[in-house]
């Protein structure tokens, strides 16, 4: 598994520009001192704190320099994980005090918020902090600050597969970097620079940029840059299959994390390395990194750099055929993430488990690790769409009461109309007629507005209804519509339909190898593919990530085999084509798990909820019986009959055993032969 940060691209900014500095020179030192600071990135948080605190008393209240030292000391307190001390400066920056300087104190808050987000996991909030903010230049901003913020967030889309914006952006924060004249800077944003190309598939144009910026590094060289140009610079060469120079950059960023002193970058550097030896499948230099590496994480007391060696040595042993030792290793690791809240790197560890168990013939365990795997994703999934359907709830709000603010304006623009119109009978007696008909005008004028208000409203409540039971990306069912219609497949709580599990084969190294836009594509497409075998009374669902949902009403054991096998090889009929022309081809296939309720021979059947569950289980087999497959149950043993929701739990749990014990019946069917898997390009974190 991959670092998730290292020597982080907000390091990459300068602390003034020589014209910034010279319309701030009454404190000209204290620059130059935030320089050094900044320079020494995360990596020396906890040195940079007492630094900081001694140099806030020189900066005056409201300046740009005690905004610039805020920023920071809230990166810093981030790395330390003191929370406690980082809201009270949030909300320092949040109140800035000098109206000029807003704009800046936003960027710094969204730069530290952004920081805080990704320790916690939550890269997508993160970028959503960051992607609001302008990101044009002013003199009221230090440029330090600006530098940095644009190779976050460069960084940031480059993860998130928008890798045209990454690509603008770090050429921005280039550019920037260049008036100040300073290699180091411009290195370090050359490095954010070509990790952006890389992103973007662009590999012999991000190794011309990765050597450029080693260049820039010799010229001013600091073991924190040459770390992470050496780090950058490995990921790239491994690309480009040039695994001897990719080695030879990883050695080099070792040694510029050993010349830095800094225990936390030494433990990371020795991950990487571990990493870089899983991924080339040297499995015995893996495992000597990774114990290395989890050595001095614990003398460190380095919990995430802990929890990333203890998962690549558990990797490691059980590709060296010490499979429980290994096990017992990543278990470590998850429950290290566990404890720091970093629910999708437990989730990605559980994947990469449930991978390593597959190949090495532990079935069972493989199957374990996808379905603990799959409850991670399906709370990160509740936990994002309760957030999501708070948002448009919220929405909906703030358009209802602007809505009937317009109708009280309405109706008070309506009584004005009426008062002036009793007015001129007082004063006109001779037109009051005409002024009967004004008024009578003037209510049917309004009457037709408010009508049309009101029409308007309902159909945008209707619009946000349908919103919020549509996946945005596909046009498919959401759970939340899923949960409405399934009512009619259920009788008195009991599920009486076939239902379809499907879940997009190793799409995680897609999104990986080729960004998230080609991810998305891939989505688009196998709805596509699937919406062509189904009627339109069928209920086809995106459960959530790369997984589908499929509930018909058709219980015909023949019928629902067909059907399998037919979405099976719909699936995998062609390769997605993306890139420039739509060029390039990318071979897919899924997983699938099915079964009809009631299940034969005894009709039994459950709630729809125990029902997926169960094709759940199912879907995880076919994953570790090898993907590109289904299997779907048949029938159940006579010991079977009268399974209450507890049996139904633990028949789940056991379904590989129940199988080979003769307790049930199931149906295996293969997919479509294809090319070999794309490989995965790595983040920035690691090789």
Not at 601 to 609: A, K, M, S
Request: aromatic share 4%; hydrophobic share 45%; proline share 3%.
């Amino acid at each position: 598994m991959s670092a998730s940060q290292v020597a982080p691209p907000e390091s990459a900014g300068s602390a003034a520009s020589s014209a910034l500095r010279s319309s701030h020179s009454e404190v000209p030192d204290l620059w130059t001192q935030l320089e050094r600071v900044e320079r020494g990135g995360t990596a020396r948080a906890a040195l940079n704190l007492p630094v900081l605190a001694a140099l806030e008393g020189r900066a005056a209240p409201g300046s740009l320099e005690l905004l610039e030292l805020l920023a920071l000391r809230g990166s810093a307190l981030v790395e330390t994980k003191d929370t406690v001390a980082l809201q009270p400066l949030l909300d320092r920056l949040k109140a800035w005090p000098e109206s000029r300087h807003h704009a800046a104190a936003q960027l710094a808050e969204a730069w530290v918020r952004a920081q805080q987000l990704n320790r916690e996991g939550k890269s997508d909030q993160a970028l959503k902090a960051m992607s609001t903010l302008p990101t044009e230049w002013t003199p009221e901003i230090p440029l330090s600050l600006m530098v940095r913020f644009l190779s976050q967030l460069c960084i940031a889309e480059s993860e998130a597969g928008r890798v045209e914006q990454a690509i603008a952006h770090a050429n921005q924060a280039l550019q920037l970097a260049e008036r100040s004249r300073a290699s180091w800077r411009r290195a370090a944003a050359l490095s954010s620079l070509a990790y952006a190309l890389l992103r973007a598939q662009q590999f012999e144009r991000a190794a011309t940029v990765i050597e450029e910026a080693l260049q820039e590094a010799g010229r001013d060289p600091d073991p924190m840059l040459l770390y992470r140009v050496h780090n950058t610079r490995a990921i790239i060469l491994s690309q480009l299959k040039r695994f001897d120079r990719a080695q030879a950059s990883m050695q080099m960023a070792l040694s510029a994390a050993r010349d830095s002193g800094s225990l936390t970058l030494q433990s990371l550097a020795l991950a990487n390395f571990g990493d870089f030896y899983l991924r080339q499948g040297n499995f015995a230099k893996a495992r000597q990194y990774s114990e290395e590496g989890l050595a001095l994480a614990r003398r460190n007391e380095d919990s995430s750099n802990e929890a990333l060696a203890l998962h690549n040595l558990g990797i490691a042993l059980i590709q060296l055929r010490q499979v429980e030792q290994g096990k017992g290793y990543v278990m470590q690791s998850i429950t290290v993430s566990q404890a720091q809240g970093l629910n999708g790197q437990v989730a990605d560890s559980l994947h990469e488990l449930g991978d390593a168990l597959e190949r090495m013939g532990d079935l069972g365990g493989a199957a374990h690790a996808f379905q603990q795997h799959r409850r991670m994703i399906d709370q990160q999934l509740r936990e994002e769409t309760r957030s999501a359907v708070l948002e448009l709830q919220a929405q909906y709000d703030d358009d209802r009461r602007a809505k009937e603010m317009a109708l009280l304006n309405r109706d008070h623009s309506l009584k004005l109309e009426q008062l002036r119109a009793r007015d001129l009978q007082l004063q006109l007696w001779a037109a009051v007629g005409a002024c009967v008909v004004l008024s009578a005008v003037l209510l049917g004028l309004a009457y037709q507005r408010i009508r049309k208000t009101n029409l308007a409203l309902a159909h945008s409540n209707a619009a946000l209804k349908v919103q919020g039971e549509r996946d945005p990306l596909t046009g498919l069912a959401n759970r939340r519509h899923f949960q409405t219609a399934i009512r009619r497949l259920a009788e008195h709580g009991q599920l009486r339909a076939s239902v379809f599990l499907i879940d997009i084969d190793h799409f995680k190294r897609i999104n990986d190898s080729h960004g998230h836009a080609v991810g998305d594509a891939v989505l688009i497409e196998v709805a596509e593919r699937l919406r062509s075998c189904l009627r339109d009374e069928d209920l086809l669902v995106r459960w959530g990530g790369e997984e589908f949902l499929i509930v018909i009403d058709a219980r015909q054991p023949a019928q629902i085999e067909h059907l399998a096998q037919r979405l099976l090889n719909q699936i995998a009929q062609a390769p997605v084509r993306f890139g420039p022309g739509l060029a390039q081809l990318l071979p897919i296939s899924a997983s699938m798990g099915f079964a009809s309720f009631p299940v034969a021979p005894h009709d039994w059947t459950v709630d729809w909820e125990r029902a997926i569950a169960l094709v759940d289980t199912l879907m995880y087999m076919a994953k570790a019986h090898g993907r590109n497959r289904a299997f779907g149950l048949q029938s159940l043993g006579a010991g079977q009959a009268s399974l209450d929701a507890a049996g139904c739990l633990a028949l789940s749990e056991r379904m590989e055993e129940a199988w080979q014990q003769g307790e049930l019946a199931l149906l295996q069917l293969q997919g479509p032969s294809l090319p070999a898997s794309p490989s995965a390009v790595p983040s920035e974190g690691g090789s």
